[in-house]
């Protein structure tokens, strides 16, 4: 089993639609999560941090279930420039520092 | 402030030949990474270093890659000899010391492709 997985997509939806993207680990040492974009050709980019309350960046909002090892990313109101992957990132305290395991991403593309 | 460098951008080279993929971190990072990243298998954590002292190399695939770090400044990945399967984009990304936010600032990769 992979340590974490996504749904690959994509996910093609209208500008101005609400999407949601879940990430699954199997870690339960887990510390803590976030989310990265990636555009095409380029590299990741920290989107946002995931905390267990919850969380919210303008259209973003982030949730972590810790009992069901789950994460999600919700956005609302797309815009074609959300059109991108997405990444879902585990961080597993180890002894030599921080370790960041990657999802292989969600696809979504955003349409007129 | 210039972020993560690294060289060469692109890549073609045959079967057999030696890579070598160059990296320079952000000043005042103490960690660094190397990640590959293909199409099917996502981004792969190949080796990470420490205030330039490899942490965990157990991502690299097999004898044939090999990753230093000299001075706080600089890090190479080597692949000798290079095989057609390691055909993909190599990240190289930093943190600094104090992070937990989970923020690596990476590199814009270099593309391998080999032939």
């Known amino acids: 089993r992979k340590e974490v997985e996504q749904d690959p997509g994509p996910f093609n939806v209208p500008e101005g639609a609400t999407v949601a993207f879940n990430c699954t680990y199997s870690n339960s040492a887990s510390q803590s999560f976030f989310w990265y974009r990636q555009d095409c050709r380029k590299e990741p980019k920290l989107l946002m941090s995931?905390?267990?309350s919850g969380n919210e960046d303008g259209r973003f909002t982030a949730q972590l279930n810790r009992a069901s090892q789950y994460i999600s990313l919700l956005i609302r109101d797309s815009k074609l420039s959300d059109s991108a992957t997405y990444l879902c990132v585990v961080n597993i305290l180890t002894g030599g520092g921080n370790k960041l395991t990657f999802g292989t991403g969600t696809q979504l593309k955003v349409e007129l | 402030d210039a972020g993560v460098i690294q060289s060469p951008r692109h890549e073609v080279t045959e079967m057999g030949q030696e890579v070598t993929l160059r990296c320079k971190p952000i000043s005042g990072h103490d960690y660094l990474f190397w990640y590959r990243q293909t199409m099917m298998r996502g981004l792969e954590l190949l080796i990470y270093?420490?205030?330039?002292?490899?942490?965990?190399d157990s991502g690299m695939p097999e004898d044939r890659f090999s990753a230093k770090m000299p001075n706080a400044s600089f890090s190479t990945l080597k692949i000798q000899p290079s095989e057609p399967r390691d055909s993909a984009v190599y990240f190289c990304a930093s943190s600094p010391r104090t992070s937990d936010t989970g923020e690596l600032f990476f590199g814009e990769g270099s593309r391998l492709t080999v032939l």
């Open positions: 995931v905390y267990s």
């Open positions: 270093f420490n205030n330039n002292v490899p942490i965990d």
